[in-house]
């Protein structure tokens, strides 16, 4: 099954994928490097992720409670 997730690539050609993937193994991929830049929400998103897995990894994180 196809599957389409976001990126941002950085200026060395690191690519970040900013959704999850699932695959059985190994698996070719195509890489489509838009003209835009990255911005909110994606940029936004590599910035906070290393922040947001500390609180998210401290204890009692399991009781938060998010607001709609």
């Known amino acids: 099954m196809i599957q389409t997730v ?3 690539v950085d200026a060395s050609g690191k690519v970040q994928l900013l959704g999850e993937v699932s695959v059985p193994g190994p698996r070719r991929a195509l890489v489509t490097v838009l003209e835009e830049p990255a911005v909110v929400p994606g940029e936004a998103a590599l910035l906070a992720e290393a922040a947001l897995a500390e ?3 401290r204890a009692g994180g399991e ?3 998010v607001a709609p």
Do not use: H, N
């Open 6 to 8: 976001e990126a941002v």
């Open 63 to 65: 009781s938060c409670v």
């Open 55 to 57: 609180d998210w990894s």
